[in-house]
């Protein structure tokens, strides 16, 4: 293994990752020039007069030939100015820099609490396979991924609100200019929520590749050298099991990324996925086009740290045969 | 158990000693093994012989109170140096296991763990791991002829070749010093040279340490060659147990002697004879013999009551009520080893051949293969006996120098060979677990095969049945899955896909080594009807030289991606000239010579 094999691989991966970036940016633009309807037209209303429209688009650059409008927004983020937006007149970054702040938080929380309990819980239920704690475990994980999150959420609504009326607000509102944690309240349902929706996945990859690994020779082999339960599950299980659940992990952690869309819409909750919605409605382009290049830096971000895990692990990887 | 009980046992059996062992599944509760007596006394070897589904490797692990996922022992007693193995705690169970009785995987590249680097592994099987300094695991490598330990030590095992992972999985058995081991057909994956090393190896530490060793193995030869006493396994049971030379001399069980005539020998050509059917399924055992289905001498008597255990001699016991009153027949040498005489023109010329996989791996293969024989390539792991077949078939496209067929150049891959060359060369895979598409039928692949290479004329099912019926496959096969097989119906098919091409050429490479010995014989009977009938040529891809012996006409000996020798098989194994040859012949393992270690000692008597 050398240091420089990984590095190596890092930096391939880093400028992979800039491409796809790039392709991504191509298909953004040429997915917001195919949306129906006139900008202009959108943003001063049907009673406008030509003249104030036409004004309009001057301003926004919108009768440049779409190569040069595509050359001006790259041009602009590469400077870091994402353009203002077309609805409030106001750069775009400050309004993306709250978004995602409350995103953020929103999914580094809910990674820190379900992730740790589903990976847990894998594990627990492959030990026990069959038993009557992976059949109750498997059942409930099996319930939730069938549920979409907005029924999730909604049905959390619901019960809290009959349960226990005024304790937890139905809807998440957050002051702008102000974070989530100075009310806290706010987040618990939506977190709930978030932590129902990812549980299954990960518990369901982490059990899975757990049991194939206990069923493998190298693990009969551990028990039959009469390796202590704890040093078998520790340390000859668990690294190899780890591999598929970190994909798993960093796809679930990039859903929630992007996937958020319907939570943060359910309780109003201001982040990117209730930013992209409303972008969409008012055909806020450079909105749109800022907040969907974010989303596929992020994914592009958790796969990279993923792989680099994976390889971590999995010495054939990193080791050539000698 | 008392520890006053322990003490006075100790004495009495060190060793392993099994008493009546039942494992049976754990739903169904068929039994998988039942009534398994054995003892091996301290520095002897026991050979558990037996075909797949036999139930060795299931009665093997019970020694270490072990039972495969689906399995349960449900009863007998299982001794190790005097401790009772079955009622042991979870917590005593440990200190037994990789103690007192280690394990030799069969398959070290799957049962070394893959992220773990030896070191670690290694240290794990000492009685104390602290004590697990540079200079002990050092030695322990040492002790098996492993050079460069640093370098191993520090390594993964993905980065050792099969033979040093398989001396590692032995090194670690050997390693805490413990009473009794379990090999678990260690030696398959190897290649006779190293196989002869890693059995003198076993056999030398076994002395040396004074430890009792179980030998699983389904290769006659390799355990006659080892052990000191044999157990031949037959649908679960033992049917004859004794000292490998009463066993194996003597044979008295009719199995033991259908096994003993399908075994090749390397110093001569024998008639091998397969054994028809397969063993009864373990959920619907017949109530009399189970081997009487399939039993030349079985008489109705044998098809009513389970057969008792008659002792021969002293030491050699026999399942089977006839015994003693019939004569068991021996292998045949072989009349007079086929050979038709070889056409004028060869089939397929080979000159200034050169292959690389990254480096160069054949120097300048010249040779012509005659049309009508069998032309054996023999030679050991990494010689370029496959990369050979491989360039012949257009499977392996980086070669350079020359190809003909019939005097027709070849071209180098496959997809720039036309239909008709590709349909005159046929290849049969070693593993035909993995060379049939599992989600077509088999009629379904050889009709792909068929129509894809004769063209677009239609081949009709009475066709495909033809071509299963030569090849000894039911009509019933056609419509069955890959799945649906045995290994050796899975390799019957492959040959009729090959066959309904109606090659010229039908490449084997190491097509029966996936096979049990009795499976290997029918193939190779197969084959050699196939040739008489069809006049097929093959080249035929082996390590195993008793086996090349009793198929192939010619012989190729490669050595370092050279031709060393070849010519008449007969000729170039009765008189090896080349060194290479002379090194094959002499590790191949055979019945005659048993490795000349030290002599057969410690024979314990058997437990019935």
């Known amino acids: 293994m050398t240091g420089s094999g990984l590095a190596a691989m890092l930096l391939r991966r880093l400028l992979l990752g800039l491409l796809t970036l790039l392709l991504v940016s191509l298909v953004v633009f040429a997915a917001t020039q195919l949306l129906p309807g006139d900008v202009a037209t959108a943003i001063l209303g049907r009673t406008a007069t030509p003249a104030r429209i036409a004004a309009l688009r001057a301003a926004l650059h919108l009768n440049h030939a779409p190569l040069a409008q595509y050359g001006l927004w790259i041009l602009g983020l590469l400077h870091g100015d994402l353009g203002n937006s077309l609805v409030t007149g106001k750069p775009i970054l400050s309004d993306i820099a709250g978004r995602l702040y409350n995103s953020s938080l929103l999914v580094i929380i809910t990674a820190v609490i379900s992730l740790p309990i589903a990976v847990i819980a894998g594990l627990a239920a492959a030990v026990r396979h069959d038993r009557a704690?992976?059949?109750?475990?498997?059942?409930?994980?099996?319930?939730?991924?069938?549920?979409?999150?907005?029924?999730?959420?909604?049905?959390?609504?619901?019960?809290?609100?009959?349960?226990?009326?005024?304790?937890?607000?139905?809807?998440?509102?957050?002051?702008?200019?102000?974070?989530?944690?100075?009310?806290?309240?706010?987040?618990?349902?939506?977190?709930?929520?978030?932590?129902?929706?990812?549980?299954?996945?990960?518990?369901?990859?982490?059990?899975?590749?757990?049991?194939?690994?206990?069923?493998?020779?190298?693990?009969?082999?551990?028990?039959?050298?009469?390796?202590?339960?704890?040093?078998?599950?520790?340390?000859?299980?668990?690294?190899?099991?780890?591999?598929?659940?970190?994909?798993?992990?960093?796809?679930?952690?990039?859903?929630?990324?992007?996937?958020?869309?319907?939570?943060?819409?359910?309780?109003?909750?201001?982040?990117?996925?209730?930013?992209?919605?409303?972008?969409?409605?008012?055909?806020?382009?450079?909105?749109?086009?800022?907040?969907?290049?974010?989303?596929?830096?992020?994914?592009?971000?958790?796969?990279?740290?993923?792989d680099v895990c994976t390889v971590l692990l999995t010495p054939k990887l990193r080791t050539r045969r000698a | 158990?008392?520890?006053?009980?322990?003490?006075?046992?100790?004495?009495?059996?060190?060793?392993?000693?099994?008493?009546?062992?039942?494992?049976?599944?754990?739903?169904?509760?068929?039994?998988?093994?039942?009534?398994?007596?054995?003892?091996?006394?301290?520095?002897?070897?026991?050979?558990?012989?037996?075909?797949?589904?036999?139930g060795k490797t299931t009665a093997g692990l019970a020694l270490l109170a072990h039972a495969r996922p689906g399995l349960k022992i449900a009863a007998g007693r299982v001794s190790i140096g005097g401790v009772s193995m079955l009622n042991l705690s979870a917590r005593e169970l440990r200190t037994m296991r990789g103690r007192e009785i280690t394990y030799v995987p069969q398959d070290p590249a799957t049962a070394l763990h893959p992220g773990l680097r030896l070191r670690t592994q290694l240290a794990e099987c000492l009685r104390n791991p602290a004590d697990a300094t540079d200079e002990r695991l050092h030695r322990l490598l040492e002790d098996v002829g492993l050079p460069d330990p640093a370098r191993i030590l520090s390594a993964f095992p993905h980065e050792l070749s099969g033979g040093q992972q398989q001396r590692i999985a032995i090194a670690m058995a050997f390693a805490p010093q413990p009473q009794a081991i379990l090999m678990d057909e260690p030696t398959t994956a190897l290649d006779v040279t190293t196989q002869t090393r890693v059995l003198h190896l076993v056999r030398a530490m076994a002395q040396q340490h004074r430890t009792a060793i179980v030998y699983v193995s389904h290769d006659l030869a390799v355990v006659a060659a080892l052990a000191d006493q044999v157990a031949v396994m037959y649908a679960g049971e033992i049917v004859e147990a004794g000292t490998a030379a009463q066993v194996l001399e003597r044979r008295l069980h009719p199995y033991t002697g259908a096994l003993l005539r399908a075994v090749p020998d390397p110093d001569q050509a024998l008639v091998l004879k397969g054994l028809s059917g397969h063993a009864p399924d373990p959920a619907h055992r017949p109530p009399g013999c189970a081997f009487a289905a399939r039993c030349d001498l079985a008489e109705d008597a044998c098809r009513l009551a389970p057969p008792a255990d008659l002792v021969a001699e002293p030491g050699h016991v026999v399942r089977c009520r006839?015994?003693?009153?019939?004569?068991?027949?021996?292998?045949?040498?072989?009349?007079?080893?086929?050979?038709?005489?070889?056409?004028?023109?060869?089939?397929?010329?080979?000159?200034?051949?050169?292959?690389?996989?990254?480096?160069?791996?054949?120097?300048?293969?010249?040779?012509?293969?005659?049309?009508?024989?069998c032309t054996a390539v023999v030679g050991e792991s990494g010689s370029g006996k496959t990369t050979l077949a491989r360039c012949i078939a257009g499977l392996h496209a980086h070669w350079t120098g020359d190809i003909r067929l019939n005097g027709a150049p070849l071209r180098p891959s496959a997809g720039q060979r036309s239909r008709e060359q590709l349909r005159r060369i046929q290849y049969v895979f070693q593993n035909p677990y993995a060379s049939l598409n599992p989600r077509q039928t088999i009629g379904q692949s050889l009709l792909v095969a068929g129509r894809h290479l004769r063209g677009s004329k239609a081949i009709s099912r009475s066709e495909i049945l033809a071509a299963l019926a030569s090849?000894?496959?039911?009509?019933?096969?056609?419509?069955?899955?890959?799945?649906?097989?045995?290994?050796?119906?899975?390799?019957?098919?492959?040959?009729?896909?090959?066959?309904?091409?109606?090659?010229?050429?039908?490449?084997?490479?190491?097509?029966?080594?996936?096979?049990?010995?009795?499976?290997?014989?029918?193939?190779?009977?197969?084959?050699?009807?196939?040739?008489?009938?069809?006049?097929?040529?093959?080249?035929?891809?082996?390590?195993?030289?008793?086996?090349?012996?009793?198929?192939?006409?010619?012989?190729?000996?490669?050595?370092?991606?050279?031709?060393?020798?070849?010519?008449?098989?007969?000729?170039?194994?009765?008189a090896p000239k080349a060194k290479e040859t002379a090194r094959l012949m002499q590790d191949a393992p055979r019945f005659a010579a048993g490795l000349q270690v030290a002599p057969a000692r410690h024979i314990a008597p058997m437990v019935v």
């Open chain 2, 471 to 574: 090849v000894g496959l039911p009509h019933r096969a056609a419509d069955a899955f890959p799945g649906q097989l045995s290994g050796g119906q899975r390799q019957r098919a492959a040959i009729a896909r090959g066959l309904i091409c109606q090659p010229d050429l039908l490449v084997c490479d190491e097509i029966t080594s996936a096979l049990d010995v009795s499976i290997q014989a029918t193939i190779v009977e197969l084959l050699l009807r196939l040739q008489q009938q069809r006049g097929l040529s093959m080249l035929f891809v082996a390590h195993n030289i008793g086996l090349v012996r009793s198929i192939a006409q010619d012989i190729i000996v490669l050595q370092a991606g050279r031709i060393v020798e070849s010519g008449p098989t007969q000729v170039v194994l009765s």
């Open chain 1, 133 to 306: 704690t992976d059949i109750a475990l498997s059942t409930v994980a099996l319930a939730l991924s069938a549920l979409p999150e907005f029924v999730i959420g909604i049905a959390l609504i619901i019960v809290s609100s009959l349960a226990a009326p005024h304790v937890l607000p139905m809807v998440s509102l957050v002051q702008p200019g102000h974070s989530p944690l100075q009310t806290p309240r706010v987040l618990v349902l939506p977190l709930l929520t978030l932590t129902l929706v990812v549980f299954p996945y990960v518990f369901r990859m982490m059990r899975g590749s757990m049991i194939d690994v206990l069923e493998s020779d190298y693990i009969e082999m551990a028990r039959l050298k009469g390796v202590s339960p704890h040093r078998l599950l520790i340390v000859h299980a668990l690294p190899s099991a780890l591999p598929p659940t970190i994909q798993a992990i960093a796809l679930t952690l990039a859903y929630l990324a992007g996937g958020i869309v319907v939570v943060e819409y359910v309780f109003g909750y201001a982040g990117i996925g209730e930013g992209i919605v409303s972008a969409v409605g008012t055909r806020d382009l450079p909105e749109i086009q800022d907040f969907t290049l974010i989303l596929a830096a992020v994914y592009v971000c958790l796969n990279i740290i993923a």
């Open chain 2, 322 to 373: 006839r015994m003693g009153q019939t004569a068991i027949s021996r292998p045949q040498a072989m009349a007079q080893p086929i050979l038709s005489q070889p056409q004028a023109a060869p089939l397929l010329t080979l000159s200034g051949l050169g292959a690389w996989h990254g480096r160069q791996v054949l120097h300048d293969i010249a040779i012509d293969i005659a049309g009508g024989r």
């Open chain 2, 1 to 54: 158990m008392t520890m006053s009980d322990v003490n006075s046992t100790v004495q009495a059996h060190a060793g392993i000693v099994v008493e009546d062992l039942q494992v049976v599944t754990a739903q169904g509760a068929a039994p998988i093994v039942r009534g398994i007596s054995f003892a091996v006394t301290p520095g002897s070897i026991l050979g558990l012989v037996g075909e797949s589904g036999s």
